[in-house]
Nanobody, 123 residues
Framework: QVQLVESGGGSVQAGGSLRLSCAAS????????MGWFRQTPGKEREFVGW???????VYADSVKGRFTISRDNAKNTVYLQMNSLKPEDTAIYYC?????????????????WGQGTQVTVSS
């Protein structure tokens, strides 16, 4: 069992930065695929990026070059650094984890989820 807790959300002006954290507890998560997703009211949960235990990352085109996912295995924490934020980045952001069998952009493939943290970007 893995428990995930996000933090670091808030309000920022366009062009600003935020760093989200996702603290994991329970089983060692270094071998898990860690994903970030976001969701706005009335829309489906959207893939943001994932990070493999090897350090390989993949990002959605909408955030590529602006967002970076990293992890600190000693702290069992994954981070989402968000730079050059835009109003369209406004959403609730979720971290998720799955035992790595294959990488995935689909929310339904992830087993564990955090509670979400709100990010609001004003113009």
């Amino acid at each position: 069992q893995v428990q995930l807790v996000e933090s670091g959300g808030g309000s920022v002006q366009a062009g600003g930065s935020l760093r989200l954290s996702c603290a994991a507890s329970g089983r060692t998560f270094s071998s898990y695929l860690m994903g970030w997703f976001r969701q706005t009211p009335g829309k489906e949960r959207e893939f943001v990026g994932w990070l493999r235990g090897t350090g390989v990352t993949v990002y959605a085109d909408s955030v590529k070059g602006r967002f970076t996912i990293s992890r600190d295995n000693a702290k069992n924490t994954v981070y989402l650094q968000m730079n050059s934020l835009k109003p369209e980045d406004t959403a609730i952001y979720y971290c998720a984890a799955k035992e790595f069998a294959f990488p995935s952009r689909r929310p339904n493939d992830y087993t564990y989820w955090g509670q979400g943290t709100q990010v609001t970007v004003s113009s």
